[in-house]
């Protein structure tokens, strides 16, 4: 009887393990293969070897984007991570409005990155952007500064923009570690006479470890892989100056360097995979194994 | 019982959904339709025509009962065709034309269909010649030129009833617009196709100029370095970066040219706020949507001359070229439907809904208002007409270009670094 049951409920999780499989597993083997290729979309692939994997280590641009993008997730992932964990300890304590506000911090996530780039530009386009006519209102458009005029003010507004959008999504995940804290603890905690700050130190901290590091590994694969928001704000502009490996990857598939462009993306892979490997060893607690 | 009948529900579930699953991974029916009628998809990215060719397409699909065309639009249409060739899943007409494609025998060849090549205007028809094979892949039905759209009004008020010819006088025409408060030359720079079209008509205008069309268009196919000269520091492109750097500096441009779009553009022309802007002809129907009275204002003119040997230079060229895919089964079918989209009636039509000139003879479309028509033809026969350069490295895209004109209006580069940096690229994107 039991193993009747355990086949019928294997065989209902083929159409997963199908999908799965179809869009997963097959794409990932055939763009392994196809990173060894020269193949340009349009003629027959050629076997290639190594060489697209050492040509990105002379193409100054990929190896700029690289940069770009490891300065926009170090950013993007710390302060989500701080802004969120701030935002749950605020909606887990008791105030009038909790509801609203939790809300309002969450509906940016709701909203399509594109879109968020597009409203973003349409607030901070100097000349003409809403903050500028506020500020030439108030006479004050002289100190009106151009969020996306220099490299390191536009990398500040992507970071910006989407910690605000996802702090939301981040909020929630450290939200739920902190309601299942039990109560207990706390009051234990302030009996033996621990003040607030060691309260956190010593019981939500160590108790949130698996919050943490759900939202460090979801953060820093989100932020490496950033596309949308940088595409829709900036178009990887000026120039290639803010262009992410993610953008870069899409530009080289469509100008006919397919091979290669899906040897990069096995690069950003491992560029991914290695803060995720670490940051999961370095949030590692006792029992995990 | 129950336990079985659950068991057939979960097993009849399961197999619809894989069923569903896989619905759509099958070869697209392409070919005969169900109802015994050859189905043909024409592809295209031009938004301005939908209508007007889903109105010529209806009647066609009316006209017949053998053939049934259906117009499929991409507003990424360049990237999209990619994507289609290379699950050979190309369409049977497509308005998309790319070198390497022709090159990599993606079109079939149009060189025999002299009903076409007999009516269209000669210029055009070498215009769609194959430097490369001698060969047309692709018919066009339209022309369409770019230069310079100014306020006419605004130029009066400075004393000029003439836009100038070279590049010193129209450096003065701007500093006097520009004594006016106004901007003079307003350049949407976030977009980057914006500015690899001002390559594209000024540094390469000079080169298709110097050795006319077909030969630089040669040139470029060969990436011949003695003819480019692109990282010639006392050449066209350094000269072009280092006239661009000067205005920026003067403040003869927009100051944010870095972050304005090509709305922003139109506002300020329709506004008053800027004298002049560098476009085609499809600019016109957003000028006129945005004030339906500034058509009158509307001046036309050609690229001054920035070089010593070199006069002023307008884009005239080929538009709406279509093209029949080498690998469709129903050429026949295809060649029917262009004879009757090609017809004088279908493309006064077309014409008129493009607002763009006919390339056809015997087409006579009110295509814009009068007075634009009169300049655009007056600055086309007293300038130097050059083409749109379609031999491009396919590595190396306008886009790519005008990302490389950001980084120099940025300063990142200097006009002599710009031209090294343009000939480098230049080279890397040739396969």
């Known amino acids: 009887m039991r193993s009747k049951k355990i086949g019928l409920h294997t065989f209902m999780a083929v159409p997963a393990f199908v999908l799965y499989g179809l869009f997963f597993i097959y794409p990932l083997c055939k763009g392994i293969g196809m990173s060894f290729t020269n193949w340009d979309g349009l003629h027959p692939a050629q076997f290639v070897g190594l060489q697209n994997f050492l040509d990105f280590f002379h193409d100054k641009r990929a190896l700029h984007d690289v940069i770009t993008t490891v300065v926009f997730a170090a950013g993007s992932a710390t302060l989500l991570n701080v802004v969120g964990l701030i935002y749950a300890l605020l909606m887990n304590s008791k105030f009038k409005g909790k509801s609203f506000a939790r809300m309002c911090i969450y509906m940016p996530a709701i909203i399509s990155p594109l879109i968020m780039g597009y409203i973003w530009y349409l607030l901070l386009q100097p000349q003409r952007g809403f903050v500028y006519h506020m500020m030439l209102r108030m006479g004050k458009e002289a100190m009106f500064p151009n969020w996306l005029g220099s490299f390191g003010s536009v990398m500040l507004t992507l970071v910006l923009v989407n910690v605000w959008q996802y702090a939301g999504m981040t909020m929630v995940v450290y939200l739920a570690g902190l309601q299942s804290i039990p109560v207990e603890l706390y009051e234990s905690a302030k009996i033996d006479g621990a003040n607030g700050r060691q309260c956190f130190k010593y019981v939500t901290m160590p108790l949130l470890g698996t919050s943490i590091r759900i939202n460090i590994v979801t953060n820093i694969i989100g932020s490496l892989s950033v596309f949308d928001i940088i595409m829709s704000l900036t178009g990887g502009g000026p120039g290639y100056q803010t262009e992410s490996l993610s953008i870069y990857i899409m530009r080289m598939c469509y100008g006919s360097k397919t091979g290669y462009s899906t040897a990069v993306a096995m690069i950003l892979f491992i560029i991914i995979l290695v803060p995720v490997l670490i940051s999961m060893r370095l949030t590692r607690q006792k029992g995990d194994d | ?431």
């Not at chain 2, 659950?6 to 697209?28: I, N, P, W």
């Not at chain 2, 800027?274 to 499809?282: D, E, F, K, P, V």
């Not at chain 2, 060649?335 to 014409?351: G, H, P, S, V």
């Not at chain 2, 083409?387 to 940025?410: I, M, W």
Request: net charge negative; glycine share 8%; proline share 3%.
């Open chain 2, 1 to 431: 019982m129950k336990k079985h009948i659950k068991g057939l529900v979960s097993l009849a579930l399961c197999g619809a959904m894989a069923t569903g699953m896989f619905t759509g991974c099958g070869a697209s029916a392409k070919g005969k339709g169900s109802n015994g009628k050859v189905e043909l998809t024409l592809f295209t990215g031009k938004i301005e025509t939908i209508d007007s060719m889903n109105d010529i397409i209806d009647d066609f699909n009316a006209s017949q009962d053998r053939i049934k065309v259906t117009q499929e639009y991409q507003k990424d249409a360049s990237s999209v065709i990619k994507v289609k060739f290379a699950a050979n899943e190309a369409p049977d007409i497509m308005t998309t034309y790319e070198q390497e494609y022709a090159d990599s025998g993606k079109y079939m060849d149009l060189s025999g269909q002299k009903q076409w090549w007999d009516r269209l205007n000669p210029e055009m028809k070498d215009m769609c010649t194959d430097v490369g094979t001698g060969k047309q892949y692709r018919v066009c039905t339209n022309t369409t030129n770019a230069g310079f759209f100014y306020n006419k009004e605004i130029l009066k008020s400075v004393g000029y009833d003439k836009f100038p010819e070279t590049y010193d006088e129209f450096h003065d025409m701007l500093t006097k617009i520009k004594d006016k408060g106004i901007t003079p030359w307003f350049i949407f720079g976030s977009e980057a196709w914006h500015l690899g079209h001002l390559i594209e008509f000024i540094p390469h205008g000079y080169i298709k100029q110097k050795y006319g069309t077909i030969d630089a268009k040669k040139a470029m196919l060969d990436n011949d370095k003695d003819k480019l000269q692109y990282g010639d520091p006392n050449g066209a492109m350094a000269t072009f970066a280092k006239n661009l750097v000067q205005l920026k500096d003067e403040g003869l441009i927009n100051k944010d040219v870095l972050t304005a779009t090509s709305d922003n553009c139109v506002q300020d022309f329709v506004n008053g706020k800027t004298a002049m802007l560098s476009n085609g002809m499809w600019v016109l129907s957003s000028l006129q949507e945005a004030d339906p009275k500034i058509a009158s204002k509307i001046g036309f003119a050609a690229y001054p001359s920035y070089m010593e040997d070199m006069k002023p230079v307008v884009l005239n060229a080929e538009d709406s070229g279509y093209c029949i895919s080498a690998n469709t089964k129903h050429k026949k079918e295809c060649i029917e439907f262009l004879n009757y989209l090609f017809k004088a009636k279908n493309q006064k039509k077309y014409c008129e809904a493009a607002g763009s000139p006919s390339a056809f003879k015997d087409v006579d479309a009110k295509w814009a208002p009068e007075n634009i028509v009169k300049q655009v033809k007056d600055v086309t026969e007293n300038s130097v007409n050059i083409g749109y350069t379609n031999e491009k490295p396919a590595g190396f895209s306008g886009d790519d270009a005008g990302r490389l004109v950001q980084n120099l209006l940025d300063g990142q580069y200097s006009p002599e670094k710009f031209a090294k940096e343009y000939e480098d690229a230049w080279n890397a994107g040739i396969k």
